[in-house]
């Protein structure tokens, strides 16, 4: 449906009257009514750093969900304040894993006499507490791109066949990045489950293992299944299935491409002109891109017509950001996203173990 044009209208104003004090940053997963209004697209870390590049801006208006903001609040400078346009909008995947579950997961893995073999790799897609633990126990940050080599690295710190990887908070891209990427087995991984005692595993198999998959899952990706890819390919003779790598091991198994949702957008900015795509990731990108490409003669659907937008990043809609940007320009900071400063510490040390990697 088309914007509401009054709101828009006073969006655009509220925004003039703010000029380069603030500055609009759009997930790709957001709705076309608010990303029409950002300064800049792109996923979670770009954004994160884009905001650092902005030092003039003393508002960082984050439409995108709560770890995002939270990751842009740790990565800017202190004089920076980062607005959520809506609090409620938060990330399924990222509640997975509370501070509370993860010490005790800890815990766990001191008793099994493992710990000080495990290196914890966290997904950009965590709480900053998360992020904090991370870099407290020696651990990196890594996104959709570069998981592969955040694992190499955390297995390189280890004695030579002797490490371990605990990965929080999405089990589907640390098995995913495990075996499709690096040649482990189904075996050397098993999955915690914070609601069991002992996260459901023995000592013995903490000690087998080698990938110790937090159980988390985006419940958005995480529900394209099997029977969608095969459908889409007797549907559309010469599809090519492109998903991203939070979706399950046997979709990315069936999938002819994996990539983050930069790799995604990169994809098919470079298919040729007559290739058909279905492509498994949020819906208001997957529909941004078919209209994108369509003059193009690309064919692009959504791989799975059950599945939903994230209800999470739709809660950010245009009198949200209207809201936020008026608030703003009347002087009145709402929404905001405050990482207190010594979890801000050790997730930044996290955050920048991953900048560092090769
Ligand atoms: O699934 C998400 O929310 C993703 C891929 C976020 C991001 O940009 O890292
Ligand atoms: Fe979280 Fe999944 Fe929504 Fe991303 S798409 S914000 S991982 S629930």
């Known amino acids: 449906a088309p914007s509401d044009p009054d709101l828009v209208a006073r969006a655009r104003a509220a925004k003039e009257r703010l000029g380069d004090r603030v500055f609009v940053l759009g997930h790709h997963y957001q709705r076309d009514e608010v990303i029409q209004f950002a300064d800049v697209t792109g996923d979670s870390f770009k954004l994160a750093r884009d905001a650092a590049a902005r030092p003039e801006a003393e508002y960082i208006v984050f439409c995108g969900v709560h770890f995002m903001a939270e990751s842009a609040d740790i990565l800017t400078s202190d004089s ?28 766990v893995l001191t008793e099994a006499g493992v710990a000080d073999q495990v290196v914890p790799v966290s997904y950009m897609n965590s709480s900053a507490d998360i992020k904090a633990f991370t870099g407290r126990h020696g651990g990196t940050i890594c996104t959709s791109s570069n998981a592969q080599r955040a694992l190499e690295w955390a297995f390189g710190r280890s004695a030579p066949g002797a490490g371990k990887v605990l990965f929080l908070p999405d089990q589907h891209l640390g098995r995913n990045t495990a075996v499709r990427d690096m040649g482990m087995s189904l075996d050397d991984c098993v999955v915690y489950n914070p609601h ?20 988390g899952h985006c419940s958005v990706h995480g529900r394209f299944s099997l029977d969608s890819v095969d459908e889409v390919r007797a549907r559309i003779p010469g599809v090519q299935v492109l998903v991203h790598p939070e979706c399950t091991h046997e979709v990315v198994a ?14 098919l900015e470079d298919a040729p002109a007559g290739s058909k795509w279905a492509v498994g990731t949020e819906l208001n990108l997957v529909r941004r891109l078919a209209n994108r490409f369509a ?49 801000e510490h050790f997730a930044k040390l996290a955050l920048e173990r991953m900048l560092a990697l090769p």
């Open 254 to 267: 069936a999938a002819d491409h994996v990539g983050s949702t930069e790799r995604i957008i990169s994809i």
């Open 196 to 215: 069991k005692p002992g996260g459901g595993l023995t000592a013995e198999q903490l000690r087998a293992a080698r990938m110790i998959l937090w159980r």
């Open 80 to 107: 920076q304040q980062v607005v959520l346009p809506d609090l409620a909008a938060g990330c399924s995947m990222a509640d997975m894993a509370s501070a509370e579950q993860v010490a005790e997961c800890w815990d």
């Open 295 to 343: 003059d193009q003669g690309k064919e692009i659907v959504f791989l799975d017509r059950t599945v939903c937008f994230c209800s999470t990043m739709n809660r950010i809609d245009l009198p949200h950001l209207v809201w936020a940007l008026e608030s703003l320009a009347d002087g009145k900071v709402v929404g905001r996203i405050r990482v207190d400063a010594e979890t």
